[in-house]
């Protein structure tokens, strides 16, 4: 039972271009969604958080959207750059001690 | 501030060879995860620690996987058998003791890859 999902393994996207990230979940009990970026043979790192009770937030070039009707967030990264090449993966919090449920990732590829 | 530190990075192992692998977290995180990554697929939690208590292993396959975290710190997972379906890249998280109303940000280590043949 995959309560979060990216349905897109990849994204090719043009540096100085917008790259939008989506996922969905299942649980609306999720309280907290966040965003990490697996570069190779490193272990994830957050990048961004919104909590269920936002529908937006912001931090610099990143930007996450909240859809809880439609059980849908969204990641934006303006202006792309090819450092931003990464696996991003999508996590909710479910209640309680603080456990992350993730998705299953999405492939960034930002060419010069 | 020195990052969650895993060893061994890769390891090679027959199956129904035993495995551990040893996790250091960041100094004065409470918090202490494992997870499982298959290739092709997200981290899913297999157990956390609170101190040094086990607050969830809910997906941890108790019949050969085993984890404790002696003195609140480090902390070992083993595999005893391994299968062949253990492949996968174990990374360890550490947070710090967060209550349910907050959260506090998982830090990942670079993770253990196992083959097992």
């Known amino acids: 039972d995959q309560q979060v999902k990216q349905n897109s393994p990849s994204l090719s996207v043009q540096e100085g271009r917008i790259s939008i990230l989506n996922c969905d979940y299942t649980n609306s009990m999720f309280d907290y969604f966040l965003w990490y970026k697996k570069y190779p043979a490193e272990g994830p790192t957050f990048l961004i958080s919104?909590?269920?009770?936002?529908d937006k937030n912001e931090d610099g070039r990143f930007t996450v959207f909240l859809n809880k009707s439609a059980k849908h967030l969204s990641l934006h990264i303006v202006p792309s750059q090819p450092g931003d090449s990464a696996v991003y993966f999508c996590a909710a919090r479910g209640t309680g001690f603080q456990k992350l449920v993730f998705g299953t990732g999405t492939r960034l590829l930002v060419s010069p | 501030e020195a990052g969650v530190a895993q060893s061994p990075r890769y390891k090679i192992i027959e199956k129904r060879q035993s495995v551990a692998f040893w996790c250091n977290p960041i100094s004065g995180h409470a918090t202490l995860y494992w997870y499982q990554q298959i290739l092709g697929q997200g981290p899913k939690l297999l157990i956390q620690?609170?101190?040094?208590?086990?607050?969830?292993d809910s997906q941890l396959p108790k019949d050969r996987f085993s984890a404790e975290r002696l003195k609140g710190v480090d902390s070992t997972l083993k595999i005893q058998p391994a299968k062949l379906e253990d492949s996968a890249v174990y990374l360890c998280?550490?947070?710090?003791?967060?209550?349910?109303?907050?959260?506090?940000?998982?830090?990942f280590g670079p993770g253990t890859r196992l083959t097992v043949l």
């Open positions: 620690f609170q101190n040094n208590g086990v607050v969830d």
């Open positions: 919104i909590s269920s009770i936002k």
């Open positions: 998280a550490s947070s710090l003791e967060g209550r349910i109303s907050s959260y506090n940000e998982q830090f």
